[in-house]
């Protein structure tokens, strides 16, 4: 299957500063990425939608001032969490899917990213 | 919008035998999908199966195996002959559109050796 490299694996920050995770598609181009978060022991949350070259479409409830997308590149996403705090804490996992119908095209996701913010 | 819901949080099974891991969903859409992802300790998604709705046949990938009952709104995985790399986070998704995943809370498998 296709590769998509998160990075970094995890992140300790401190309460007010921001962070930025990166998220690319190796061997593809993603037309499409997703943002989720994982609380531990439970199940992953969609955040955001975020096509190419256009604004990310957030989920109800996440800010979207705290949390920056940009997806400027076929094979780069980045998610921002800005003035971070330690409800922040979490695990972050980015997917990416190629053109195409969606019914026919698998998401891949990335390895995750832990932050903890203190 | 989906739905999904496991109703398993954890399970067990003794290695080389079967276990079956219940998910029912619910969702407005004529044309979605399912899956089945693991996810073990390290956290990365991975893709165990993949059924199309629009499919009646019911999709197999080697020891893993669904029962796809689309008027029940039912996605039970099925998983044989159980090695101890099958212990993980297994989460049931439902997707359509622009392929937005829900997911359900999971079940951890343990696998009995």
């Known amino acids: 299957g296709a590769v998509v490299s998160q990075h970094p694996s995890w992140v300790i920050c401190k309460s007010g500063t921001s962070v930025k995770i990166e998220c690319r598609s190796l061997?593809?181009?993603?037309?499409?990425m997703f943002w989720y978060r994982q609380f531990p022991k439970q199940s992953l949350m969609l955040m955001a939608t975020?096509?190419?070259?256009?604004?990310?479409?957030?989920e109800q409830g996440v800010e979207k001032d705290k949390f920056l997308i940009n997806h400027a590149s076929l094979t780069l996403s980045t998610l921002t969490v800005t003035s971070a705090h330690p409800e922040d804490s979490s695990f972050y996992i980015c997917?990416?899917?190629?053109?195409?119908?969606?019914?026919?095209?698998?998401?891949?996701f990335g390895q995750g990213t832990r932050l903890t913010v203190v | 919008a989906q739905t999904v819901t496991q109703s398993q949080p954890e399970m067990s099974v003794q290695e080389a035998e079967t276990v079956t891991l219940s998910c029912t969903y619910d969702?407005?859409?004529?044309?979605?999908?399912l899956f089945w992802y693991k996810q073990p300790p390290s956290r990365q998604m991975i893709l165990v199966i993949r059924?199309?709705?629009?499919?009646?046949q019911n999709a197999t990938e080697n020891r893993f195996s669904v029962n796809f009952q689309k008027a029940a709104k039912s996605f039970s995985l099925k998983i044989s002959d159980s090695q101890l790399g099958d212990a993980a986070m297994y989460f049931c998704?439902?997707?359509?559109?622009?392929?937005?995943?829900?997911f359900g809370k999971g079940t951890k498998l343990s696998v009995i050796p």
């Open positions: 997917s990416a899917r190629g053109g195409g119908n969606p019914m026919n095209t698998e998401a891949f």
């Open positions: 061997d593809f181009q993603a037309t499409t």
């Open positions: 975020s096509n190419e070259g256009s604004k990310a479409t957030y």
């Open positions: 969702t407005s859409e004529s044309d979605y999908y």
């Open positions: 059924q199309e709705a629009y499919k009646q």
């Open positions: 998704a439902c997707g359509a559109g622009s392929y937005q995943l829900t």
